[in-house]
């Protein structure tokens, strides 16, 4: 008998938490991952290098190794570095680089590695959640994972624990012991919050119709925002953009009405401006969905559904539980479409394009 359509992505986005817990306390047995970190050591920047989900990953990790090391850290799409190299590594020097691949296998991820390793002499970390792939074979080291490769094409679990891994090796850079215990008490906290929150958000898609979904956050919510935007669009075939919040007034506020969700990552950073566009947006009508750590009487009334963590801990350990509530839109929209999200049309597991076309143009 077939599984039912969605259940290896339900199962894999409700088993987070857990999974968490097991990867950290492994990262945690290796100690402070000093192997890895040694071929990086006369790092002056940092590049960190992705394609879709991967990307988003890339963002927000690089925001957070920033504030955690302190280092100039950059994110940008593979594909950016084959086509333009000379653009993105213009002015470089002392550079360090991250590519990021759930499957180890991804063309585009394979040869930017290729490039910074063979061509441009640039030390590169793999962080992949499939051990023994070529991304692996490239790379000058690898961060370690238990494997976290999802049964559904799309990427949730992987996404949340590549995330926290580079967290914890950028705190391990750092010798930042007490963000270290911040994370390894986030297993516990999200997934209180995450039993909550699958019923509330099942009932929420269920009572309403939307047309489009827009996705805002700022700073190292950002990245975040993006990858909700694309959850919902690959899980349920529905058209989603992502904007940096407070850029959403500049013409894309257009598109408000109450047939568009639109879904805001709220900083505790940011929270007074942030707050102001989610009651701008709410006086044109628009429907929204508010994720924050703690709610003011302002953000409650302006959200038709609230997600408040209320966690104990500091902002950049609380990223991952935000994408929790965008998975789930994806995942109830698909259903209630009557599509399957562990097989969205069009896409595959593993991007992997022939030689010609992974190769970049030619110069």
Known sequence: MPDAFGAHSLAEILSQPSFWKKS??????????????RPFQ?????????????????????????AITGM???????????????LVLAGSGGVAAVVISRSGRTSEALRAA????????????????????????IASATLPFLP????????????????????????????DQTF???????????????TGLQPRVQEFVASRR???????????????????????TEMSVSYSQSFHTL???HGPKSIVGPETLIIFLLSEQGYEAECGVLQEVKGLGGTTLTITNRADERARRASDLLVELKFDLPELACLAPYVFAGQLVGLYTGLKKKLDPDNPRHLTRVVELDEEQSEPAQR
């Open 210 to 232: 939307f047309a489009d979904y827009v996705c805002l956050g700022q700073g190292p919510f950002y990245g975040l925002a993006c990858e909700t935007a694309l959850k919902i």
């Open 72 to 86: 100039r850290v950059r994110a940008i799409p593979a594909s950016e570095l084959l086509l333009f190299p000379e």
């Open 24 to 37: 950290l306390q492994d990262l945690e047995r290796r100690g402070d991952l000093a192997d890895i970190r």
């Open 180 to 194: 270290l215990k911040s994370l390894g008490r986030l297993p516990a906290m999200a997934d209180r919050t995450l």
């Open 148 to 175: 976290c490769d999802e049964r559904s094409t799309v990427m949730t679990r992987s996404f949340t624990t590549m995330l926290l891994g580079l967290q914890y090796l950028a705190a391990c850079q750092a010798g």
């Open 247 to 249: 850029e959403f007034r």
């Open 114 to 137: 290729e490039l910074l390793e063979r061509e441009k002499n640039i030390r590169t970390l793999s962080v992949t959640g499939t051990v023994g792939q070529p991304l692996e074979k």
């Open 42 to 66: 006369s790092a002056q920047e940092w590049l960190f290098v992705g394609c879709g989900s991967s990307y988003y990953i890339a963002l927000t990790a690089a925001a957070s190794w920033s």
